[in-house]
């Protein structure tokens, strides 16, 4: 699984580097200005994300050209995803291997995926209407950032529902040691422990008791979070079973899915384990039990 980061990208030359279909995550820059002058597609890109399932993003503030396969690897360097670029149009440029990233730049990719728009039809058709409005402005390249009127940045509020807002570290209550020392942790669990830092917002050098209070804080707060425990409550027996018509299937119904360090489609019981784990210990009206011989049901009793 690999996350292309790009400040310009045209569709034809994204087709021809991605004939193995590994890429499946971009974020990519998207000025009005950049799709005014021709550096960027627009609705081609677009489109092709969603024939392929790849899940794109805006970052309008992104230089940097990457791909980072999720785990400790990157490609990086000055070459964008266009014919001039990384294609045969003749720009000289230059990347580089790096095979063993560090935990921090780990980070760094999630806080900016994290302050990305997902990009839906509807934000593809704002975008537009903009590019229409300001393109009769663009003369030469160098008028663009004097003369053109960029989208802005949407505060990112309605992404809360995306899988990748779910947490992924297993052993909430091992947590800050594997946050003192990552380095100790498998390529996932560190990928994993990386995503929940920059989900939740938490910063180096705490100490545990500022650890635990400011993770269960913004946990608590998280959009996600506060509405399947406010559907738990509102079930007749303020509780919610696993599976069929339980947790998994609201999961599934109120997300889309997004590549996470850990595989939805492959270990959403680990999943939804997490999620229970991590809701239990946070807030102690709620508790797990395994009622006879089912599975897991997870219930709200207020102490």
Sequence with gaps: ?????????????????NETKSIKQIVVRWEVGDICFG????????????DNKIKLFRNNKIHLKVFWN????????????????????????????????????KKYFNEIIKKSNYVTKELVLE???????????????????????????????????????????????NLYESYLKPELLSEEDENCLAHDL??????????????YSMLKENFNKHSFVIALKDYIKEQK??????????VVDW???????????RSWELKKEQIVNIL??????????????VPGRRSEVIFYRPV
């Design 198 to 211: 920059v989900l939740y917002d938490i910063p180096n050098n705490l100490e545990k008791d500022e650890f």
């Design 70 to 105: 999720n785990n400790n690897s990157v490609l990086f360097g000055s070459a964008n995803v266009t014919y001039n670029g990384i294609g045969e149009g003749g720009n000289l440029e230059l990347n580089g291997l790096q095979e063993n990233i560090s935990f921090n730049d």
């Design 1 to 17: 699984m690999v996350t292309l980061f790009s400040a310009y990208i045209k569709t034809e030359q994204l087709r021809k580097i």
């Design 39 to 50: 550096a960027s597609d627009l609705e081609s890109l677009y489109d092709y994300c969603i």
């Design 237 to 246: 027996t303020q509780s919610l079973r696993y599976g069929r018509g339980g």
């Design 276 to 289: 229970y784990e991590w809701i239990c210990f946070f807030d102690k009206d709620f508790v797990v039990e």
């Design 251 to 261: 999961i599934q119904a109120k997300t889309t899915t997004v590549p996470t360090p």
């Design 127 to 173: 975008i537009r209407q903009k590019v229409d409005e300001q393109k009769s402005k663009v003369i030469k390249i160098e008028d663009i950032p004097s003369e053109i009127e960029d989208f802005p940045l949407i505060e990112v509020v309605e992404d809360s529902f995306l899988i990748s807002q779910l947490p992924m570290s297993f052993n909430i209550f």
